[in-house]
């Protein structure tokens, strides 16, 4: 944006200080700066950015359907998908894979059962990142995470605890979810 208000300025000048005034008319003569105002006209964006078309931008939504007794380390399986642009979110096991390297959004929000603990993470690959532990009774805890991403790599949401969690959700309110999307993609 700023080079484009450079450009428009630098042409601007130009044509005041270059231009010819024929019968009331001016007559632009600075060849250099209509050159460079065509291959900006022209430019198509960064060499190192790829651009998916709209069908193929990873995006997914997916809830929890019944509330849950989760293992020490198991991966949470959001299974009620809302939507899931390139299938890239797998239900049957909560992960999702990165089909293009970029920086990806991840958000998730767990609801803990009535006099039960939840400690949850999300996990890269095989590293933990942010946690999030609502507590006992009916809190929900939310965490977003911008991260940069190569094709492949994995996220998802996973116990935290050496015990068991207790992941709630109610029919038809989906408090418990998952949902991620590509930002920007890069080459």
């Known amino acids: 944006m700023k080079l484009t208000i450079t450009l428009f300025l630098v042409v601007a000048v130009c044509h005041l200080i270059l231009a010819d005034h024929v019968d009331g008319r001016c007559t632009f003569k600075c060849s250099l700066i209509e ?13 190192n950015c790829i651009h998916p078309k709209p069908k193929e931008i990873p995006a997914f939504s997916a809830s929890l359907t019944d509330t849950k007794v989760l ?8 299974n009620k998908v809302w939507t899931n642009n390139g299938k890239d979110y797998d239900p049957n096991t909560g992960i999702f894979q990165a089909p293009f390297k970029g920086v990806y959004q991840f958000s998730f929000t767990v609801m803990s059962t ?6 949850v993470y999300l996990w890269q690959n095989k590293t933990r990142l942010v946690a999030v532990y609502p507590g006992t009774g009916y809190n929900e ?44 993609a890069i080459k």
């Open 141 to 184: 805890g939310t965490a977003n995470m911008v991260l940069n991403l190569e094709k492949g790599d994995r996220v998802y949401v996973k116990c935290g605890k050496n015990g068991y969690g207790y992941i709630h959700t109610g029919k038809g309110y989906w408090y418990s979810m998952f949902s991620g999307y590509l930002i920007h």
């Open 35 to 47: 050159d460079i105002v065509e291959k900006m006209l022209k430019s198509r964006g960064s060499n």
């Open 71 to 78: 293992g020490a380390t198991e991966i949470v399986k959001f």
């Open 114 to 119: 009535r006099g039960k603990e939840l400690f």
